[in-house]
């Protein structure tokens, strides 16, 4: 079976169906592809052919279809397939046939999207900047025009179409939310460190009445000017946050690390409900109740969640289970909502 695929207006193949379902695994192909092979009347999206999943078993039994020699030169109108780059000589029409069944001969510049180069001085076109996909196994084709998308080193670990964050990259994203929000308290922390406190009214864990009212009587000592700006930088800070997580997936430290947060699933932003409240809301309650009572069981929880996640195949920690994500490098792709499947 001669598989063709579509992306961006630009049609490349054909493949054999072992190809297709190692492109799909890899990611080179996503599921948003539009595909077409004998036996289908018109262009679909792989998606809709494979149930969503990353591989295609067509069914045993397909009708197949007729191509007549005065139809267009592609198969469906709008998909864009060049020309046939011919020699001198003049192709029969038995071939001509045969081209449009097997797929057109593009070269790399068109096929990318790249103006064509030009002639040599025969007015020939040269053969060097030319390529058939009709002999050529794709053992590392990328359907994308752009130049977004992430490549995976031998390092890497790669599920569907997504890349897995290293551990240490999402560590760091930690630090840097931790740092972001110290500097934000700074002018508090600052006008604390003034202050003679006797800490030993925070560590009597029996009478932590007595320890909510030592602290208030402490924020009534220093002055208002400096308790508005802490406030107006946490709740900036927080609210800045709360933007990015939203429409990209990302904390302020993910979005400098280079990773983001997607369903694990779809391999897409998470729904609300996911995103915001499960693991931002509910986590920031969490952590806060066990910072207030001790930070030593904060940081522990923290642990816990990284450890998990080295020992998980797919790097997934308690935050992960709890919101069913996954932490991946970031792409553009994973930003594009995917239509509703009827």
């Known amino acids: 079976m001669q598989i063709f695929l579509a992306r961006n207006n630009v049609q490349a193949g054909p493949y054999n169906l072992d190809q297709l379902n190692i492109m799909l695994t890899s990611g080179e192909v996503v599921l948003d592809d539009l595909v077409w092979h004998e036996g289908l009347a018109n262009w679909q999206r792989l998606g809709d052919l494979t149930n969503n999943q990353l591989s295609y078993r067509p069914s045993a039994t397909v009708s197949?279809?007729?191509?007549?020699?005065?139809?267009?030169?592609?198969?469906?109108?709008?998909?864009?397939?060049?020309?046939?780059?011919?020699?001198?000589?003049?192709?029969?029409?038995?071939?001509?046939?045969?081209?449009?069944?097997?797929?057109?001969?593009?070269?790399?510049?068109?096929?990318?999207?790249?103006?064509e180069r030009p002639n040599n001085d025969s007015g020939k076109k040269s053969k060097a900047d030319m390529t058939t996909n009709r002999s050529h196994t794709p053992t590392n084709v990328s359907l994308n025009k752009s130049g977004n998308s992430k490549v995976a080193s031998a390092k890497d670990i790669v599920v569907g179409d997504v890349i897995l964050a290293p551990i240490m990259s999402r560590?760091?994203?930690?630090?840097?939310?931790?740092?972001?929000?110290?500097?934000?308290?700074?002018?508090?922390?600052?006008?604390?460190?003034?202050?003679?406190?006797?800490?030993?009214?925070?560590?009597?864990?029996?009478?932590?009445?007595?320890?909510y009212q030592y602290s208030m009587t402490l924020m009534e000592s220093i002055p208002s000017s400096t308790l508005m700006m802490s406030?107006?930088?946490?709740?900036?800070?927080?609210?800045?946050?709360?933007?990015?997580?939203?429409?990209?997936?990302?904390?302020?430290?993910?979005?400098?690390?280079?990773?983001?947060?997607?369903?694990?699933?779809?391999?897409?932003?998470?729904?609300?409900?996911?995103l915001i409240i499960m693991r931002t809301l509910l986590l920031l309650i969490i952590y806060n109740l066990l910072f207030s009572f001790t930070s030593f069981l904060g940081f522990v929880l923290i642990a816990v969640h990284y450890y998990m996640a080295s020992k998980s195949p797919e790097n997934i920690g308690w935050h992960d289970k709890l919101a069913k994500t996954l932490v991946v490098k970031a792409d553009s792709k994973q930003l594009i909502k995917q239509p509703k499947v009827k």
């Open 231 to 274: 406030q107006v930088m946490v709740f900036g800070l927080f609210a800045l946050q709360l933007v990015f997580i939203t429409l990209r997936g990302q904390s302020l430290g993910k979005l400098i690390t280079g990773i983001r947060v997607v369903d694990q699933t779809t391999h897409r932003i998470p729904s609300f409900f996911k």
């Open 64 to 115: 197949s279809i007729t191509i007549n020699n005065s139809d267009d030169d592609s198969i469906i109108n709008n998909v864009t397939v060049f020309p046939d780059d011919t020699d001198d000589h003049a192709n029969t029409s038995a071939t001509q046939t045969s081209d449009k069944l097997q797929g057109k001969k593009l070269s790399i510049d068109r096929l990318y999207g790249k103006p």
């Open 171 to 211: 560590v760091l994203a930690t630090a840097v939310n931790g740092l972001l929000y110290i500097l934000a308290i700074f002018p508090l922390v600052l006008a604390l460190s003034k202050m003679d406190i006797d800490y030993t009214k925070f560590q009597d864990i029996q009478n932590m009445d007595a320890a």
